[in-house]
């Protein structure tokens, strides 16, 4: 099991930027996955982007690409989230998320995903 800690989410204005961080433990990453997804109010959880922890594949939503920036940092085990040009339809629950990869499949499938962290709230005000 992996466990999952996010933070970085606050308030920003549309057009602003946030970073959002996720430190895994636990687990030795080589084999594993990270994705971050969303859930509005009212709105399932959807998938926003995922890296492949061996290798650097990455997946992004069609809704945030040229805006969100999925990235790593291996010394640190932590996972990053840059989102820039910031709409208020981006206002969400973030959660980070941890899956077993062996260099093929699907990234942005949530059901494929075991390890969840807590989530960080992420609002971009109009």
């Known amino acids: 099991q992996v466990q999952l800690v996010e933070s970085g989410g606050g308030l920003v204005q549309a057009g602003g930027s946030l970073r959002l961080s996720c430190a895994a433990s636990?687990?030795?990453?080589?084999?594993?996955?990270m994705g971050w997804f969303r859930q509005a109010p009212g709105k399932e959880r959807e998938f926003v982007a995922a890296i492949a922890w061996s290798g650097g594949t990455t997946n992004y939503a069609d809704s945030v690409k040229g805006r969100f920036t999925i990235s790593k940092d291996n010394a640190k085990n932590t996972v990053y989230l840059q989102m820039d040009s910031l709409k208020p339809e981006d206002t969400a629950v973030y959660y980070c998320a941890a899956r077993r990869y062996w260099g093929w499949g699907d990234l942005s499938r949530l059901v494929d995903y075991g390890d969840w962290g807590q989530g960080t709230q992420v609002t971009v005000s109009s």
């Open positions: 636990g687990r030795t990453l080589s084999t594993y996955a």
